[in-house]
């Protein structure tokens, strides 16, 4: 199954907490996994990124959670900010550079 | 300094007219990729280009027709278009040791009345 299902589809989330979007996945094979940004009118801009044999990877205020028994990964925002208010994308690589993407959250952070 | 451009920006045309968008990478890459993003946002890849040669090409219907002159462009024709074909198309690039790592373009808005 080439497919990534990510929840939830929106989330509102006050100035300071903590933003978790999550993704799951069927194919092994898949064997990278990177979150994307995407801001109104703008192209995805690569955030965060993690290898499956690797739990935990954190850049900044961004972490990626990853549990490869339950092929599920997360992505974690603390103290979200407004400008953090944008769409999300998880994905999962294919056979060397196939992307399959999740649906994508919508993100508010309010102030 | 733009690391992968798209042209036209937007692009509004007739049921059944050919368009181009074309797109340009300055970041040294070697593989290229045509996406495209629908109604919904979702995201969803259609070609991906190595070299000047074709590697990944989707179920995509055969009105599109990507061409690559060199590894720094790559070109996405379309012929005969379609109500459904109407979305925001984006272009990326990446080094073929790091196909996973993809930078994007700012997209095409693509609206076909």
């Known amino acids: 199954q080439q497919q990534v299902k990510q929840s939830p589809q929106s989330l509102i989330v006050q100035k300071g907490g903590i933003s978790i979007i999550n993704c799951a996945y069927e194919n092994t094979a898949f064997d990278y996994f990177p979150w994307y940004q995407q801001f109104p009118g703008k192209g995805p801009a690569l955030l965060i990124a993690?290898?499956?044999?690797?739990s935990e990877k954190k850049e900044g205020r961004f972490t990626i959670s990853f549990n490869k028994s339950a092929k599920q990964f997360s992505l974690h925002i603390m103290d979200s900010q407004p400008g953090d208010s944008a769409t999300y994308f998880c994905a999962a690589n294919y056979l060397g550079g196939k992307l399959i993407f999740g649906q994508g959250t919508e993100l508010s952070v309010k102030p | 300094d733009t690391a992968v451009s798209q042209t036209p920006k937007y692009l509004v045309t007739q049921m059944g007219n050919d368009k181009s968008i074309k797109c340009e990478q300055n970041?040294?890459?070697?593989?290229m990729y045509w996406y495209k993003q629908d109604s919904k946002k979702f995201l969803k890849i259609m070609f991906s280009y190595n070299n000047k040669e074709l590697i990944i090409n989707e179920t995509v219907p055969n009105r599109f027709s990507p061409k690559s002159p060199d590894k720094a462009h790559l070109n996405l024709h379309i012929n005969s278009l379609e109500l459904g074909d109407s979305a925001v198309y984006f272009c990326?690039?990446?080094?073929?040791?790091?196909?996973?790592?993809?930078?994007f373009g700012p997209g095409t808005r693509l609206l076909v009345l």
């Open positions: 970041l040294g890459h070697d593989t």
């Open positions: 990326a690039s990446s080094l073929s040791g790091n196909q996973e790592t993809q930078y």
């Open positions: 993690i290898r499956p044999d690797v």
